[in-house]
């Protein structure tokens, strides 16, 4: 069994589910929360730690990272330099300075690092990858990958306590992996260079004046892919919950279904370019290629599994997985070079190779540029969470959030 402390009992918790199938073992647990961590210490029966440093001595082969998501990178790099193999969630780095101290940082210490996305894992993604890797549709020209996720107020107040929390301040841009690496994954292509807009809430949307929230509803990434292709990404609060993907081939096109049940594909070839034995239009339900049965249990679809399953497989092997440091921290390049882009109007930005690249980790290894507060507070010129400025937010909002995280048990500053 592989030794595995987590950082993070929020979401911390879903890796225990499917862990021991996949080979590993939750010993210890860290988080600042501690009525939080002392229930899901108990819960799982390991050690608890509210001091990472402390964490990091204890005996574990690696580390996942479910703590705030725009302060995975520093937390990362501690763990390689502590000599644990890390995977981490969403995202890999806020800043593109970020990006070039983990990828040196990885190389330097030789331990596996994945990027814990597991969008790109669901039945319908593996076959689509199953099938674009036979060449049923060709190669791909355009892509779409959608992840919409709004909730109701009380369920986001109660998911993001406190006026800094990352939730309130994350740009529309910054939550694009669930959109964006299941096309990654399919087709193996890589992001070279962003155009985006944001959306801003519409005065007419009744959450605007309800929600302790500084960014824009949504945003649209339009990606340059390293074979010519374009994708589209959209997320994240936009009515209509949901993910899609489609792919357009050069002789076909597949996604899987809006209507009925999404969980089913639709394969499509037009007619003139059918060959022997193909049909024009294929619309079924697939199955995980393997390990049906555990996938079929865990969260997000199995997703949860196969990050689980990837991770292990690395460390047993010590062949660095699909979403490695590379494609982890060329994600939220995007994500990062998009906002830029965005305030912009949509001009365009590269999306740098740090791999084998000098130059590249010269040019950005001081760009700080960052919208999250922390960063914003100490340092000129940085931008907001909205492209649209310093969004307000109403009292009516403020009172609100407060009454939420009384509910939860949450006892910072803000209440
Ligand atoms: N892949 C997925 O499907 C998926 C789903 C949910 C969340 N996530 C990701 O998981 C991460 C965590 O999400 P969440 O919703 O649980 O977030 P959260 O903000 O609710 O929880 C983060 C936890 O980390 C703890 N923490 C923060 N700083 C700490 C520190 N210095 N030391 C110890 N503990 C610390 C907090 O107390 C909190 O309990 C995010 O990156 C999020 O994007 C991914």
């Known amino acids: 069994m592989i030794k595995v402390g987590v950082i993070g009992v929020g979401r911390g918790r879903s890796f225990v589910s499917s862990a021991k199938t996949a080979g590993m073992e939750l010993v210890a647990l860290c988080d600042t929360w501690e009525e939080k961590l002392d229930a ?8 608890t730690y509210t001091d990472y ?24 790099i501690k763990a390689l330099e502590a000599g644990k193999h890390v995977m981490s969630e969403t995202t890999a780095v806020i800043t593109m300075a970020e990006a070039v101290a983990l990828v040196n940082k990885v190389e330097e210490t030789g331990k596996i690092y994945m990027l814990a996305e597991n969008y790109p894992y669901f039945k319908y993604n593996q076959e689509m990858r199953r099938l674009y890797q036979a060449g049923e549709i060709g190669e791909m020209v355009y892509g779409e990958g959608e992840y919409l996720h709004p909730d109701p107020v009380e369920v986001r107040n109660k998911r993001a306590a406190g006026f800094l929390h990352w939730r309130n301040n994350l740009p529309a841009t910054y939550y694009n992996t669930h959109a964006l690496a299941p096309l990654m994954h399919i087709t193996d292509t890589m992001p070279v260079m962003v155009n985006a807009l944001c959306i801003p809430y519409s005065d007419k949307d009744e959450q605007i004046d309800l929600l ?14 390293n074979n010519h292709s374009v994708v589209r990404t959209i997320g994240t609060d936009l009515r209509g919950h949901g993910n ?18 999404p969980q089913m594909m639709r394969v499509r070839h037009d ?29 997000h679809g199995g997703g949860d599994f196969f990050t689980d399953y990837y991770f292990a497989e690395a460390i047993r092997t010590g062949v660095q997985p699909y979403f490695d440091v590379y494609k982890a921290v060329a994600m939220s390049a995007v994500a990062i070079q998009g906002y830029k882009s965005a305030h912009e109007n949509g001009a365009p930005y590269e999306i740098p190779d740090f791999k084998n690249s000098n130059a590249v980790r010269e040019k950005y290894k001081n760009d700080n540029w960052c919208p999250m507060p922390e960063f914003r507070d100490v340092q000129p010129n940085q931008p ?10 109403t009292e009516k909002a403020k009172e609100l959030a407060r009454k939420h995280w009384v509910e939860i048990g949450y006892r910072g500053e803000d209440v």
């Open 53 to 76: 440093d402390k964490f990091l001595e204890h005996d574990m082969d690696a580390v996942i990272l479910a703590n705030y998501f725009h302060q995975h990178a520093p937390f990362a």
């Open 244 to 261: 899609w993907y489609r792919i357009h081939g050069t002789r076909g096109s597949m996604e899987n279904l809006r209507t009925m049940d």
């Open 212 to 225: 302790p929230k500084k960014s824009d509803t949504s945003s649209v990434i339009l990606t340059r892919m």
């Open 384 to 393: 907001f969470a909205s492209v649209y400025g310093d969004l307000p937010i």
């Open 40 to 47: 899901v210490g108990k819960q799982f029966n390991v050690s």
């Open 271 to 299: 007619r003139f370019e059918l060959k022997e034995g193909e049909v024009e239009e294929k619309i079924y339900k697939p199955e995980f290629p393997f390990m049906a049965d555990v996938a079929n249990t865990t969260g």
